[in-house]
């Protein structure tokens, strides 16, 4: 049975980072796609990054430049590394993987069959 578990989520200040991590089991992350969603009070899952299994990345316009998705395959985990954080990016952030994806909507949520339950990141001003 496959489960994504997040973590790393928290309390900032404008201007910091957080490093957030997605465990899997049931999956081997090298072979599938995943991505970082990320949800806002009161608005619809926005994409932030994806990784594809050949490492290549795929980022969101509101955090390119600032956000960094990475895969440690040894260890099964994939990683988003947050730099400049600012109110607006405070959102739960989702973990979402799939073994195939259509790639001109990789950055659509539907693509993605398996889903982690979150982790809260709020970013103060």
């Known amino acids: 049975q496959v489960q994504l578990v997040e973590s790393g989520g928290g309390l900032v200040q404008a201007g910091g980072a957080l490093k957030l991590s997605c465990a899997a089991s049931g999956l081997t992350f090298s072979r599938h796609h995943t991505a970082w969603f990320r949800q806002a009070p009161g608005k619809g899952r926005e994409f932030v990054a994806a990784?594809?299994?050949?490492?290549?990345?795929y980022y969101g316009d509101s955090v390119k430049g600032r956000f960094t998705i990475s895969r440690d395959n040894a260890n099964n985990m994939v990683y988003l590394e947050m730099e400049g954080l600012q109110p607006e990016d405070t959102a739960v952030y989702y973990c979402a993987t799939r073994e195939w994806v259509i790639l001109s909507a990789i950055r659509r949520e539907d693509q993605y069959h398996s889903w982690g339950r979150g982790t809260q990141v709020t970013v103060s001003s």
């Open positions: 990784i594809r299994p050949s490492a290549h990345t």
